[in-house]
């Protein structure tokens, strides 16, 4: 259906070397990123922070639509991922997301949302991509 690319360029090897990530949509525009962005507090971003703005929108949005499916027409929605990069032996692991989800839904019983927050959040494309522990807690107000 849609295919969407990103590019990254690397100059230099291990931790003295220096990439820079570019969408087409612009969004990132040779965005730094290197080994002190992953790890330390360098300007810049990382693949578990993508990783992270991408689990926690594809759920939100996953939520959403289910909730429109379901009638619901008003509210708010909050995700925040939390992507946890683990040491492996001598590699490394993308080992969990861990979703926190702020919501308010006029009308829907805490049933009915926590069923269709599990739906979203077994469903979404990058759950189903992620090869991790997915967990969820919510919050309903």
């Known amino acids: 259906m849609t295919t969407r690319t990103a590019t990254a360029r690397y100059e230099g090897f291990g931790k003295e070397g220096k990439g820079q990530l570019t969408t087409p949509s612009g969004v990132l525009e040779a965005t730094p990123y290197s080994f002190n962005t992953r790890f330390g507090d360098e300007k810049g971003t990382n693949p578990e922070e993508l990783i992270a703005a991408a689990h926690a929108g594809c759920f939100t949005m996953a939520l959403s639509f289910a909730l429109a499916r379901a009638g619901f027409s008003e509210g708010s929605l909050e995700t925040t991922a939390k ?31 926590a069923e269709l ?6 469903n979404c494309p990058i759950s189903k991509l992620l090869n991790a522990e997915i967990t969820l807690e919510h919050k309903l107000a």
């Not at 492996?88 to 949302?113: C, K, N, W, Y």
């Not at 927050?117 to 077994?122: D, L, M």
């Open 117 to 122: 927050a599990a739906g979203a959040k077994a």
């Open 83 to 113: 992507v946890k990069l683990e040491q492996q032996g001598e590699g490394f692991a993308v080992t969990r997301s861990d979703l926190v989800l702020e919501a308010q839904v006029p009308g829907i019983s805490p049933e009915q949302f």
